[in-house]
DNA sequence: TATACAAAATGACGTAACGTCACTTTCAAG
DNA sequence: CTTGAAAGTGACGTTACGTCATTTTGTATA
């Protein structure tokens, strides 16, 4: 006969869980001293595995009772069962992380508006839920629509999406110092360069998207993070300013090959 | 002024919990009619969303209380944290899941003894604790290490892993018709077509192998799902009878190659 | 054997986020 | 003014124990 102590020492498992266990009839002591103190034996050990392990697999003290009191248990189903909603609980915390990630990013890309961004990303769901891949369809062609899905997303943990969201940040910061400050036009030439290592010769497709970017209505519809009207048209002009810098050195130097 | 009751229409949340955020003080009323009825604003309306959104990041109404009053709250360092433990709760549900493959599996190799199964996971789940590399370093090469990564571990999904399974569960169903019966002997070969398959022209590796599962200690300690010493021995008997059977059909045709 | 002290028992309250009664009061229309 | 719907408040139930407070029991020592 073994005392309470003990057997919580063994199995890692308070005493006060057994008291309750034995109070709600999922353990009971087979015994009681004169004075009435608990005594188990190797049969309850065992017993108390078997409940700690199906604890673990994500069963209610409830459930584990029913299972372990009927004989004619159906198990299989059970335990598929019991997969299937870890399964599915696994897709939420998938969901959670993705938003988390897109939050987190969106922060940065406000320079620091936590609102904003909250914000931003209600909308986005909400927009989720009625989007129709119809849009989709009536821009982009099939090729298109696999590009599409490259373009970093804002919930990635990948280096390649996190310098997207630096090269937007530090922009958003730079607003004040004009489109044709240096600044600027060292993070534009870096997007263009970013931009033609991921898209190489899909000038179509990417001209295809700035127009889509160009309009925030649009952006969501396709599940785009929405970059405020401000930095786009800021973003275009500095665009702009870099054309024509470029023009400008190569004009010196007499060679004309951009079109 | 918006009544209770089309609030909780336009955002999908319950009368009641709207009730319980003005009681704990997480969205009060800005207003009342003289009979006490609650009145609310599209303001109520955008910060409810807001609470809506970070109860689904899984925080708590306290936590998002202290957050929305807070207006110096550390976004960065809370989102972050948030997201670290959504990847630890992910690990949790994966470790999960990997032991009720295994248990399900298991039930099928035990021949439904669900008892017997879980018995045999609590085993390994304990010797998993104190399990160190040095029994595995001791009997395998590097090179044998990496191909013990690829033996099925009774908790994959695959069909592969599943085919092993039905074997075991089957070999174990036809114990009673003895080691030559044609039933056994037609598992064997598809146990060795697969084996073959898997490892061809690791004999050494498969024999170590073998030898390790002939030990249901040692498997343990290398974290094999231990099979019963009975159905081990029927195992190589039916093998050795599969040996005799393929010696004696070569045998009679005047051809012997085997060692 | 009396005493002291550890260990055990019991009972009660608290936790999170509401759902679900039960009962009363208010609102708005006819 | 009535009436039925909607709103209000209050209380209990849920899960799996942790954490007191208080009392009783077991056991070792003087």
């Known amino acids: 006969m073994i005392h309470i102590k003990e057997v919580a020492k063994q199995t890692d498992i308070s005493v006060r869980t057994l008291r309750y266990y034995d109070q709600i009839g999922l353990l009971t002591a087979p015994a009681k001293t004169e004075g009435g103190h608990r005594l188990y034996t190797e049969e309850e050990l065992k017993r108390l595995q078997y409940i700690h392990f199906l604890k673990g697999m994500g069963y209610s003290l409830k459930e584990i009772k029913k299972m372990l009191s009927d004989p004619n248990w159906n198990w299989r189903d059970s335990l598929n069962n019991q997969l299937a909603c870890i399964l599915e609980e696994q897709q939420r915390l998938k969901r959670m992380e993705s938003s988390l990630r897109e939050l987190i990013h969106g922060i940065v890309v406000e320079g620091g508006d936590e609102q904003a961004a909250v914000q931003k990303l209600i909308?986005?769901?909400?927009?989720?839920?009625?989007?129709?891949?119809?849009?989709?369809?009536?821009?982009?062609?099939?090729?298109?629509?696999?590009?599409?899905?490259?373009?970093p997303k804002m919930n990635g943990e990948d280096p390649d999406t996190m310098e997207w969201?630096?090269?937007?940040?530090?922009?958003?910061?730079?607003?004040?110092?004009?489109?044709?400050?240096?600044?600027?036009?060292?993070?534009?030439?870096?997007?263009?360069?970013?931009?033609?290592?991921?898209?190489?010769?899909?000038?179509?497709?990417?001209?295809?998207?700035?127009?889509?970017?160009?309009?925030?209505?649009?952006?969501e519809l396709l599940g785009?993070?929405?970059?405020?009207?401000?930095?786009?048209?800021?973003?275009?002009?500095?665009?702009?300013?870099?054309?024509?810098?470029?023009?400008?050195?190569?004009?010196?130097?007499?060679?004309?090959?951009?079109?």
């Open 224 to 259: 785009l993070y929405p970059i405020e009207q401000e930095l786009l048209d800021f973003m275009e002009q500095a665009y702009e300013a870099h054309m024509v810098l470029l023009q400008g050195r190569l004009g010196g130097k007499g060679e004309y090959r951009e079109s």
């Open 123 to 151: 909308q986005l769901s909400q927009q989720y839920k009625k989007r129709s891949p119809s849009l989709e369809q009536s821009i982009f062609s099939k090729r298109e629509r696999e590009l599409l899905a490259r373009v």
């Open 165 to 219: 969201i630096a090269l937007l940040g530090q922009l958003k910061q730079h607003m004040k110092d004009g489109p044709d400050s240096p600044k600027v036009q060292s993070i534009v030439r870096r997007m263009l360069e970013k931009q033609a290592e991921e898209f190489e010769d899909e000038n179509e497709f990417i001209d295809k998207l700035w127009e889509v970017r160009k309009s925030p209505q649009q952006s």
